[in-house]
Structure formats: C-alpha cells, structure tokens
C-alpha cells in the first residue's frame, strides 16, 4: 500500500524523509529456505532441520538474513517503481550503507517491508537515492532487518 505519490525526481527530493508505502505480505515457507540454502550453499541447520530447529530457542527452523534482506527488490518496486518516474532512463542497486538483523523469521511467518526515502544526493549522472527499508514481521513489534539501501539513478 503506497502511503505517498511519486510521479518525478523532484517528487522524490521533496519527499524525503516520508514513508512511501508498506509492501504486500510474503510467507516465508520452508521450501523458500531451502532453495536460499541450496543456491548460497548455506545450509547451516537452524535453516534446513526442521527436526534439529525445533529444540532450538526459535522452536523451527529461521529464514537466513539475507533471504529476507532478498525479498526487498520485489517489494521495493511493487512500492517504488522507478522506471515509471519521469525524468529517470533507470536505477542500479549501488549497495547498503548498513544492514541489520535485529530479530529472526520463523518458517511459516509472514514479513512485508516498510519503505522511507532517506535521501536523495547529487551524483556524476543523476541521484543517489539512500532508501531506509524496515523489514517487518507479522504479529511482531521488533522489525526482522532493517537495510539503508543505495540506488543510483542515472537520469534525462
């Protein structure tokens, strides 16, 4: 759900600091874990062993960080979709200033993304767009990440 209307770069300079909306839910589910385990061959057993997690203090299995760090491109362009703006040719993720993990995803829990622009820079080209992204859990007070990412958009 968009919580603000961005039709140009000027709309994103002037917003900044504003919330732009709040994603669709996704369900994180254990055969998602497992093909994030199988591609980054990380298949530490808090991810994979439904049998072994379920002693552990979560009670299952837990989603890798940067799974759910993964999910934010899809999120972000159902909020922002930047090649819809006018006055931007594209933008490229230039990477993520800083990136937390606060609080785990239990398999079968449900996590959608909080979107705020955080600032809008002058860059050789066209912007810098730093884009503060809150990864929220359903049912849960703590967010699960919580990633300033850096897009660059080159610009007409």
Same mark, same amino acid.
């Given at each position: 759900?968009?919580?603000?209307?961005?039709?140009?770069?000027?709309?994103?300079?002037?917003?900044?600091?504003?919330?732009?909306?709040?994603?669709?839910?996704?369900?994180?589910?254990?055969?998602?874990?497992?093909?994030?385990?199988?591609?980054?061959?990380?298949?530490?057993?808090?991810?994979?062993?439904?049998? @072994?997690?379920?002693?552990?203090?979560? &009670?299952?299995?837990?989603?890798? #960080?940067? +799974?759910? =760090?993964?999910?934010?491109?899809?999120?972000?362009?159902?909020?922002?979709?930047?090649?819809?703006?006018?006055?931007?040719?594209?933008?490229?993720?230039?990477?993520?200033?800083?990136?937390?993990?606060?609080?785990?995803?239990?398999?079968?829990?449900?996590? @959608?993304?909080?979107?705020?622009?955080? &600032?809008?820079?002058?860059?050789? #080209?066209? +912007?810098? =767009?730093r884009l503060v992204q809150t990864f929220e859990l359903d049912g849960a007070d703590k967010p699960v990440c919580v990633a300033e990412q850096l897009t660059r958009i080159i610009t007409r």
């Amino acid at each position: 759900m968009t919580a603000i209307t961005l039709r140009s770069v000027e709309d994103l300079r002037t917003n900044v600091g504003r919330e732009v909306g709040v994603s669709a839910w996704r369900t994180i589910d254990q055969a998602m874990i497992d093909a994030f385990a199988e591609v980054t061959a990380d298949h530490q057993w808090i991810h994979t062993d439904p049998a @072994r997690a379920g002693s552990s203090p979560f &009670g299952s299995t837990i989603a890798h #960080g940067l +799974l759910t =760090l993964s999910l934010g491109p899809a999120m972000l362009y159902e909020l922002l979709p930047l090649e819809n703006l006018e006055g931007i040719v594209f933008g490229l993720n230039y990477g993520y200033e800083k990136v937390r993990f606060p609080a785990p995803v239990p398999v079968g829990s449900r996590v @959608r993304l909080r979107l705020t622009i955080g &600032g809008v820079d002058e860059v050789a #080209g066209g +912007l810098q =767009l730093r884009l503060v992204q809150t990864f929220e859990l359903d049912g849960a007070d703590k967010p699960v990440c919580v990633a300033e990412q850096l897009t660059r958009i080159i610009t007409r």
